[in-house]
């Protein structure tokens, strides 16, 4: 490819998100190469990683508009932005990985581009929501994307709570900070053997996938520090194995001669059930 990139007609007036490699340079689409070549107005969320892309395509910025929108300053910019877009001409988009808008910026200028009626395209491409789907092997047919996890207190047990009794594949975002405590707290919510998958550095030199079970996830990654970029993908949740009647007769016999922490691990771990849930339960039959 020449130093020029590539040619194409006058792109239309819009603001154009682009998806671009999440690891490998070559994973850009031909329609975004085309796209950075021609656009107006050049906006990143990193202009430098932006600028090293296009370096590495053959694309030169020729003296155009290249302006950093990120997730301190995206309120600031966005007039900028739509000014230019008011005045007819092209604004490109791009994250610093990935597809805008997801775990990554560009949410508040395209709610702002649709309000004032102007045109709002994607050029879509990678995506390590859609990568790391496509290479665990979990249901594929119905999924939810539910990006990183609050960071601490009461929001981040509500949410495990929650995605723990969604019947699709769950697909999170985590740390690797914190990958082992949500493999921990995730045993207060889930089934041990609830089928989960981890990808590590998706299309990178270093990309790992690990499967299996949350207890085999867990006892595989005790006392391994991770680095680079993770998703965790859940599997559905189960049909309930145990009936209300069936857990309660269970708790009833083990609190006769066990306290109330160890008879709801016994009855969790008996009845493949989330140890918060069977502790909750086995709480309220002992204090009736």
């Known amino acids: ?32 190469l085309d796209i950075l070549a021609s656009a107006d107005v050049l906006a990143a969320e990193d202009t430098r990683t932006l600028r090293h892309l296009m370096e590495i395509h053959g694309i030169a910025v020729n003296g155009r508009p290249l302006i950093a929108c990120h997730d301190h300053n995206e309120g600031q910019v966005s007039p900028r932005i739509l000014a230019a877009l008011r005045e007819g001409k092209s604004v490109a988009y ?38 790391a789907l496509t290479v665990a092997g979990l249901p594929s047919d119905r999924f939810l994307f539910a990006g990183f996890p609050p960071a601490s207190g009461g929001a981040r047990q509500s949410f495990l709570e929650g995605i723990a009794r969604v019947t699709a594949t769950v697909i999170l975002y985590e740390s690797p900070k914190r990958i082992h405590r949500l493999l921990d707290e995730l045993g207060n919510h889930l089934e041990e053997t609830r089928p989960m998958v981890l990808c590590r550095e998706l299309t990178k030199r270093f990309e790992e996938t690990l499967r299996g079970s949350l207890a085999d996830l867990r006892d595989s990654l005790a006392g391994r520090e991770l680095r680079g970029e993770l998703v965790v993908l859940i599997d559905r949740a189960p049909d309930q194995a145990a009936g209300e009647a069936d857990l309660d007769a269970a708790l009833r016999r083990a609190l006769r001669d066990h306290r109330v922490k160890e008879a709801a691990a016994m009855v969790a771990e008996a009845l493949n059930l989330p140890r918060r849930d069977v502790y909750q339960r086995a709480l309220r039959l002992s204090e009736e």
Request: avoid cysteine; hydrophobic fraction near 45%.
């Open 94 to 131: 791009a994250s610093e990985a990935g597809t805008p808008l997801v775990s990554d910026p560009g949410f508040q200028l395209a709610r702002a581009v649709l309000s004032e009626g102007l045109t709002l395209r994607a050029a879509p491409g990678p995506s390590a929501v859609l990568a």
């Open 1 to 32: 490819m020449s130093g020029t990139g590539p040619i194409i007609g006058k792109l239309e007036p819009a603001l154009h998100l682009v998806a671009t490699p999440i690891g490998a340079a070559r994973d850009i689409t031909l329609r975004a």
